[in-house]
């Protein structure tokens, strides 16, 4: 790790003076049962090298075979950002020596990728629209773990040796890189990230792949070079690997402007190079260097023969495509009546789906948002946990707001009720009969007390008599207490102005 | 009673189902053989009499019990040394794997263990299938037992001199220029190298994907129809591995062994004749396309001139796969790993010098040639133009099966040469497969079988060429010519051969 | 064509990881040499207008269904490699990073 003091340009200032040019390459673990080519299981933390079989562990004599259902994915996810999908295409070989490549090549895909040519629209934060052109999506295999061992800090300098495990050799991957991403501007951080955030939620949408960053199921690495003006060509770019979160992709791509603009500003040549995200202190640092010409030697996998997804299994696939995030919010949008700034708070809160299946248990939207936005939200976070991790579901809340408005209970005896849900007493209809949570509906009862109440504070009727409406709080408090809260305080507050004949 | 050994695997057959010989009686008197003389021609590397005998004794056993047998059951079988066997060290002639125990069947073997044929052992090979006369080979070169100082063929020379020594009555080889073919020619015996796609390359050590195929190896045409039907067929881990049943190969023989090809049209390849050809050789084979003519053939002459590029476009398109398929050889997962004898001790330099040490140097040679093939800038050059040279062969095939049934052609252009003879010129010894390339490259199926012996007392080998698919035609003619040949010889051309000094 | 020079050689032995003692770089660039010029010729009849073949039976689609198989014993496995650790297989430093 570089310990070096690093030149650095305040951000504004250098993207007053350069314009950013991104490039995104995003690899996806497909969610197969089995591997690409081969029929070794994929449960993600087995016990080393126990999912493997003769090909996943490059052994002589193994061959590969296509995992049907991963093609279908790769088609899928093809269609969802707008690429054509190839009327033929073939598996090419891309060979380099690497410890946990266990065949010293990877069976990938060259110049006959099975989607091309596509474009994702991403949402940004204040609702602009920015498109991210897609060179390509194409199929290959996922490589083994290593385990540094030895080293002070486990690291690859200094470590004696490496432990390898192959179970992740051979997992589906799909790869999809953007074109060059031009005319972000200062914006470029934000577009980076969201890009990835669009495209993790669409891969779920899919439902293609679990898509958790923080899994290694999906993984970015971005390209950012600057250049003195929209008309210039490019400049030269360096790859960032390791940024393994949404909030890092940001954080990366900032950086990355930041010193590159530090670089030429000192009038010298940015380094063409990989270079690694350090989550520890935010910064990147050298790898070695990328030279654009590895020889990687790509010829046509012999192995195999050609992929030529029919039009007919092509159009198939199309038809079952599930509704896709974006297409889906204007939708909810517009039946929910939620505001875009609204809907964009839930969808930051990760409370899309949860809404949707309170909405579908019964419940209004409205309420809905106002119940996991609100009271679960905090109880999320005090308790640092997701919000559909909460001790409470969907039909339990869509009974809880039944009861309110039903009026068998009230708001402040409804927050009760959740607490004990919460709590695992039970479903919010057992707790208020079992803790005689109903609100007194019968006048009768309510009267008797109001009277009561007002035989105790004569002063405050009078008062209220000659129009003064503020002390009438204290009366339909104490009413409230004296049935220890189990009214509804509109009903007391129509009735006592009616006992009062004001 | 004749030897055991000198049966076919057909008769072998025939006296297991009618209980005249037993299979441990039969496979006894192989691994006696193997113990007499493999000492003096070394064409296994491995014998696993153990294993083969409890095989053998299974299948009497189950026969005892009335059980239903494959026809070969009981009837052993060597295999060479590239095809995986699981529990059984598995070398490709290299010091590379030496002592690695695969842990799994390759799917021809599969069928071979359904099948119940003892297995005698692992025969010797060129390292990684890259030679012509098994010179190359880490565990000593073969001796054709016809003259000890001569090659045996190669890649497969272990297999064909096994054949020709009566070691076994079946093996296994593979083709990726000529490796089953040639041998077989140059030692007197039957090869055949299927249609690409026949026999399922799963458990075969990879040296050109899309050359090799796995075959047989026997000394009669029938042997290698029923071994070819028992091996081949579709299997769903090998993606370039045909759909339909490989079947009718049998019956194809059967058919050419009446002796009648009125009807056949027999086309001899101009290219694959005349200058190179040894005189022996170009005699033999004009002396055979007067048999097929008897036999009611009508004999025609083809042309197919892309053929003289084949043997260019073999050594670049084979190397450039072999590089790529042998990068898996590299001390960390399995096999020779070696440190570097000084600096220090990286992965990449382990692997370095594990292939330094573990590689010979036709291998070394070869991928050398073929990462040098497929490196940037040089792609389209090499291996992008071999390809298409590819198709150039593929279109005078199809031209050519126009004309004719099948084709024909000397199997090789001489004799068995001397040991060291062309160690020194690579070039000189990819000449020997100039007539067995093209098939590999088209797809197509060929076969060698012995059609007589040289002026210098050696055998000769005739090779028949077959469209894709039309493996049974091979059968066919071969069984012909070979029922007219032992006519004229009064025997198999075998007993032709010298006695081997049993130790 | 061109000329493989002894540093050519080396290049190649690099990218395919084999170590060649420097006897062996000699030999290797004069028959390398040779076998390349031979092999040149194809060439001049791979015109543009030829397709290239890479499989000699045209085929596609050849696809397994997404069901999983039983893994390779790990005890046989491991038990074939030069250094095992932990269920791992234990190689030396790697020093490229990737």
Redesign the interface.
Known sequence: MSTNYVELVDYDEAVAKYDPVLGIEVHVELG???KMF????VEFGG????????VS???????????????EYAIRIGLALNCKIAE?C?FA?K?Y????V????QTSQYDEPIAYDGYLDVELDDGEIFRVNIERAHMEEDAGK???V?GATGR?QG????????NRAGIPLVEIVTRPIEGAGARAPEVARAYVQTLRDIFRALDVSEARMERGNVRADVNLSLRPSPEAPLGTRTETKNVNSFRSIERAVRYEVERQAAVLDAGEKVLQE?R?WHEDNNTTSS??EKSD?E?Y????E????????SREWVEEIRAALPELPAVKRRRLIGEWGFTDVEMRDVINAGALEIIEETVAAGTSPAAARKWWMGELARNAKEQEIELAEVAVTPAQINELQSLIESKRINDKIGRQVLEAVLAGEGNPEEIVVKKGLEIVSDDGALLSVIDETLAAQPDIVEKVKSGNMGPIGAIIGAVMKATKGQADAGRVRELVLERIGA | MTDIIRLSAAQLAEKLRAGELTSVQVTQAYLDRIAAVDESINSFIVVTAEDALATAAEVDRLRGEGAQLHPLAGVPIAIKDVVVTDGVQTTAGSKMLEGWIPPYDATLVEKIKEAKLPILGKTNMDEFAMGSSTEHSAYGKTLNPWDLDRIPGGSGGGSAAALAAFEAPLAIGTDTGGSIRQPGAVTGTVGVKPTYGSVSRYGLIAMASSLDQAGPVTRTVMDSALLHELIGGHDPKDSTSLPEPQTGYVAAAEQGATGDLKGVRVGIVKELSGEGYQDGVQDRFDESVELLRAAGAEIVEVSCPSFEHALAAYYLIMPAEASSNLAKFDGMRFGLRVEPSEGPVTAERVMAATRGAGFGDEVKRRIIIGTYALSSGYYDAYYGSAQKVRTLIQRDFNAAFEKADVLISPTAPTTAFKFGEKLDDPLAMYLNDVATIPANLAGVPGMSLPNGVSDDGMPVGFQILAPIREDARMYRIGAALEAALEKKWGGPILAQAPELEAK | MSTISRDEVARVAALARIELRPEELDRLAGELEVIVNSVAQVNAVATPDVPATSHPIPMTNVFREDIPVAPLDRDKVLAAAPSAEDGKFMVPQILGEE
Not at chain 1, 302 to 309: E, F, G, N, S, T
């Open positions: 197969t049962k089995t081969c029929g070794a299981g016990e080393p090298n126990t999912q493997v079989t003769p562990l490059g052994l002589p004599g193994a061959l590969p075979v296509v995992n049907g259902t991963a093609v033929t073939r070989r060979n020596f690497y410890p946990d266990p065949k010293n090549f290593n385990t540094h030895g690859i470590a004696d040796h490496s432990l390898i495990d192959y990989t690694h790898g070695r010409a020889d030697r790509y010829f046509p012999p192995d195999l023969v050609p992929v030529a997804p």
